[in-house]
T-cell receptor, first 115, second 111 residues
Framework: ETGVTQTPRHLVMGMTNKKSLKCEQH?????MYWYKQSAKKPLELMFV???????ENNSVPSRFSPECPNSSHLFLHLHTLQPEDSALYLC??????????????FGDGTRLSIL | ELKVEQNPLFLSMQEGKNYTIYCNYS?????LYWYRQDPGKSLESLFV?????AVKQEGRLMASLDTKARLSTLHITAAVHDLSATYFC???????????FGDGTTLTVKP
């Protein structure tokens, strides 16, 4: 139990579908992150939210739309995805500014497959 | 742009042997992290290294940081099968508040 819960764990969708990934953290952190982990590629940071405000968007295509209604919840809305978007999507949270030995805490991820 | 290079990317070792994983990075940093990921699982934090010369040990794993050389090492002592996993280093640029990850080292420990 990492304190970061992601749902669903697995998702299969067609290219024309619309779906959302959900992340919830119970650690009292004020920053949340979305990462994409593809086979044979390093972990890619997609979005960062500090105190519900988006502070980072790493040139992510507009078919990925994040939403952070409060410091405990983070969503990733998906629409008209491409086969190359199939990957493991990881959510993480942390406290900022960092203090002491505080790493990011990761959820178990959502395994997304695009048909 | 911060670049983080890990090597080797794949490591197969016999139980009982020692080995070192290297993590090089390209710009100044005040934090370096090591994570472990088991197949199909999340990333688990192993070590946080904050200063030059920092050394941390947990069981058979020891991590160190040389900020002048921009190098961190993860040393495995007397490997056991349970250590089989993928290990990532992640570097946080000074005052950036975000981490850049290495490609990961997939470790397989054979009996």
């Amino acid at each position: 139990e990492t304190g970061v819960t992601q749902t669903p764990r697995h998702l299969v969708m067609g290219m024309t579908n619309k779906k959302s990934l959900k992340c919830e953290q119970h650690l009292g952190h004020n920053a949340m992150y979305w990462y994409k982990q593809s086979a044979k590629k390093p972990l890619e940071l997609m979005f960062v939210y500090n105190f519900k405000e988006q502070t980072e968007n790493n040139s992510v295509p507009s078919r990925f739309s994040p939403e952070c209604p409060n410091s405990s919840h983070l969503f990733l809305h998906l629409h008209t995805l491409q086969p190359e978007d199939s990957a493991l999507y990881l959510c993480a949270s942390s406290q900022v500014p960092r203090q002491g030995n505080q790493p990011q805490h990761f959820g178990d991820g959502t395994r997304l497959s695009i048909l | 742009e911060l670049k983080v290079e890990q090597n080797p990317l794949f490591l197969s070792m016999q139980e009982g042997k020692n080995y070192t994983i290297y993590c090089n990075y390209s710009t100044t940093s005040d934090r370096l992290y090591w994570y472990r990921q088991d197949p199909g699982k999340s990333l688990e934090s192993l070590f946080v290294l904050l200063s030059n010369g920092a050394v941390k040990q947990e069981g058979r794993l020891m991590a160190s940081l040389d900020t002048k050389a921009r190098l961190s090492t993860l040393h495995i002592t007397a490997a056991v099968h349970d250590l089989s996993a993928t290990y990532f280093c992640a570097v946080e640029e000074t005052n950036a508040g975000k981490s850049t990850f290495g490609d990961g080292t997939t470790l397989t420990v054979k009996p």
